[in-house]
Every structure is written in structure tokens, then in C-alpha cells.
């Protein structure tokens, strides 16, 4: 199984920038997913989840309504898409693919089985 995660890159505050992580090596549409981030000298933190069928979406209070999950099954791939962008959303960005004996909506890194290898978001003020 290997996800993979791009998309991140330098950008001002107040800007926006759209991840992408793409699946393989498993069922993508048998998988709720989630993203998570990793500020410099900080625990993982978690961003958003997505169902398996994507109806069902989880954010943190953080980025409510700044930032936007979503997935293409039919491209194994999960997004997120980040707007209004502020400089304590620097970290580097993980996604991860939910253990199917945990919630949908777990917000606990452990509940995650399969994880990219981070993104890094920097956010300039």
C-alpha cells in the first residue's frame, strides 16, 4: 500500500493551496480517509476526515470553513483544499487511510492504518 501526498509549497497568508493524495495497492473506495498535520515542534494534529462514500466530512475547529475534503474514487484520491490560509497552518500535511474497525470520523492518528509521507505547507505572513 503506498499513499502518496503533493502539493504544498510556500504561499502567503491569506492565499490558498490545494493537496492531493493518491492511493494504491488497496480498495481506495472501501477506505475513509483523513488528513493530519505536523507543525515544527508539535504533536500530529488532526485536520479533516471523509467517509468512504465522501457524504460524511469531519473537520477540525481550526479549519472549518477554510478548508475543504474531498475524494475521486474513481482516481484513489483524497484532497484537500485550503483557503484563507494563516501562518500557523505551517506544518507538514499527512494523509491516511482509516483502520475499517475505527470510526469514520476518528480524529486519532492510531485509528489510521496507512499514511503518505507529508507534504510541507509553509505559510508566509
Known amino acids: 500500500v503506498q499513499l502518496q501526498a503533493y502539493g504544498g509549497g510556500l504561499v502567503q497568508a491569506g492565499g490558498s493551496l490545494r493537496l492531493s493524495c493518491t492511493a494504491s495497492g488497496l480498495t481506495f473506495s472501501n477506505y475513509a480517509f483523513g488528513w493530519f498535520r505536523q507543525g515544527p515542534g508539535k504533536e500530529r494534529e488532526f485536520v479533516a476526515a471523509i467517509s468512504w462514500s465522501g457524504r460524511m466530512i469531519n473537520y477540525a475547529d481550526s479549519v472549518k470553513g477554510r478548508f475543504t475534503i474531498s475524494r475521486d474514487n474513481a482516481k484513489s484520491t483524497v484532497y484537500l483544499e485550503m483557503t484563507s490560509l494563516k501562518p500557523e497552518d505551517t506544518a507538514a500535511y499527512y494523509c491516511?487511510?482509516?483502520?475499517?474497525?475505527?470510526?469514520?470520523?476518528?480524529?486519532?492518528?492510531?485509528?489510521?492504518?496507512?499514511w503518505g509521507q507529508g507534504t510541507l505547507v509553509t505559510v508566509s505572513s
Open positions: 491516511a487511510a482509516l483502520r475499517g474497525t475505527a470510526g469514520w470520523g476518528s480524529r486519532s492518528p492510531s485509528d489510521y492504518l496507512y
